[in-house]
């Protein structure tokens, strides 16, 4: 029986805390600006105290998860962990080149629904109803947020 120790996972808290307060640090040198009117300085600051909190998050469930691994019976019998599993890597680096191949061709609509798609051909078991209504999901919030919401200079369906 191996005795399993926290160490990697309180490193791994304090690393992820460490980068998002390094990120909110470093955005505190740029304007920050208002809620409506945010500067270039407003979302690394939030983005990196979102970290920092997963960081902390990461660090209190290891805490809790040490605390009570002593009360079940040991894992003498439990399997070794699987092999890294190349599969769902392959597929969804696969769909990003698609999207990204896609999105000036074809429009947001079409390269957000072969993302879903082809990142879906990782996992063998995929229910493909459920993966479609993630895509229609996927594209029209897209479309409602990045383009009519933020105005990116994407088109929703091929070129213009």
């Given at each position: 029986m191996t005795l399993h120790t926290p160490t990697r996972d309180y490193s791994a808290?304090?690393?992820?805390?460490?980068?998002?307060?390094?990120l909110a640090a470093l955005s505190s040198t740029y304007p920050l600006g208002s809620m409506l009117r945010p500067g270039p300085g407003f979302?690394?600051?939030?983005?990196g105290l979102l970290i920092a909190g997963l960081g902390i998050v990461i660090a209190v469930e290891t805490w809790f998860g040490t605390r009570y691994a002593d009360e079940g019976?040991?894992?003498?019998?439990?399997?070794?962990?699987?092999?890294?599993?190349?599969?769902?890597?392959l597929a969804v680096f696969?769909?990003?080149?698609?999207?990204?191949?896609?999105?000036?061709?074809?429009?947001?609509?079409?390269?957000?629904?072969?993302?879903?798609?082809?990142?879906?051909?990782?996992e063998p078991r995929s229910n493909w109803l459920t993966v479609a209504a993630v895509a229609a999901f996927m594209a029209?919030?897209?479309?409602?947020?990045?383009?009519?919401?933020?105005?990116?200079?994407v088109n929703a369906f091929g070129p213009r």
């Open positions: 808290a304090a690393v992820v805390t460490a980068f998002g307060v390094g979302f690394p600051l939030v983005v019976p040991p894992d003498e019998g439990t399997p070794a962990p699987a092999r890294f599993a190349i599969r769902p890597v696969v769909g990003m080149i698609a999207f990204a191949l896609l999105v000036d061709r074809a429009g947001y609509v079409a390269a957000s629904i072969a993302l879903v798609f082809i990142s879906a051909l990782g029209l919030f897209g479309v409602l947020l990045f383009i009519w919401g933020l105005g990116l200079p």
